[in-house]
C-alpha cells in the first residue's frame, strides 16, 4: 500500500498493493494495520456504503455537523472526481479543496476525514463508488455545501453545464453560510 498526502495533507491518497495475472487481480482494499502503520490512523469503520450513479451526476458537497464521518473512498466500476473540502473554521486550509481521480482501473482510494465535506461527478458512463464511515448515517444532522460555489471554485471536469443533481444537492448552502466544524 502507499499513501500519497494531498495539498491538504489530512486528505490522502491511498494506492493498493495490486498482484495480477492472465486470471485477474487480487487486493487488499483495507488492511487496518498497514493503514496505522502507513499514516498513524486508527479509524474505526461503522458502516460501508455502496452507490451507482450514471454519467454526469454529482453528489454532494456532504458532511454530518454531528455524528461525523471519516470516510474512506473507492470505486469498483467506472470513474469519478472525487473532492474533499476542508470545512474546519481553525484549519489553516479552511475553505480550500482537492480532487482526485478515482477509477476502477487506478485502484486509488481517497480518506477524507472527519471536518471536510464530499463529493463526486461521474466521469464514465457509469461509476460504482464503495466508501466506509467512522460513524454511521444520521440524516437528521446531513448538510450539503453548494457543489458550484464561487467561494470554492472548484474545477469540475464537466462536459456538460449543469451536472445531475438530488433536490437536496440542488439546494446546497453557501460555504459563507453553512454550518462547519
Known amino acids: 500500500m502507499k499513501v500519497t498526502p494531498t495539498a491538504i495533507p489530512d486528505v490522502l491518497v491511498v494506492e493498493p498493493r495490486v498482484f495480477g495475472d492472465a486470471r485477474g487481480f487480487f487486493y487488499e482494499s483495507f488492511n487496518a494495520r498497514k493503514f496505522k502503520e502507513l499514516t498513524g490512523l486508527e479509524p474505526n469503520f461503522v458502516q460501508d456504503n455502496h452507490t451507482r450513479s450514471a454519467k454526469n451526476v454529482l453528489r454532494g458537497l456532504h458532511y454530518q455537523i454531528r455524528q461525523p464521518q471519516g470516510k474512506l473512498i473507492r470505486v469498483v466500476a467506472g470513474e469519478v472526481f472525487d473532492v474533499a473540502v476542508d470545512i474546519r473554521k481553525s484549519s489553516p486550509t479552511f475553505g480550500r479543496w482537492v480532487g482526485e481521480t478515482l477509477s476502477a482501473e487506478n485502484r486509488k482510494q481517497m480518506w477524507i476525514p472527519i471536518g471536510f465535506a464530499h463529493g463526486f461527478l461521474v466521469l464514465s458512463d457509469s ?51 453553512a454550518e462547519v466544524f
Open 127 to 177: 461509476a460504482e463508488v464503495l466508501y466506509k464511515t467512522t460513524d454511521y448515517w444520521a440524516p437528521e444532522h446531513e448538510r450539503c455545501i453548494a457543489w458550484n460555489d464561487p467561494d470554492l471554485a472548484i474545477r469540475w471536469p464537466m462536459e456538460v453545464v449543469t451536472p445531475m443533481l438530488s433536490a437536496k444537492d440542488a439546494k446546497g448552502a453557501a460555504l459563507a453560510r
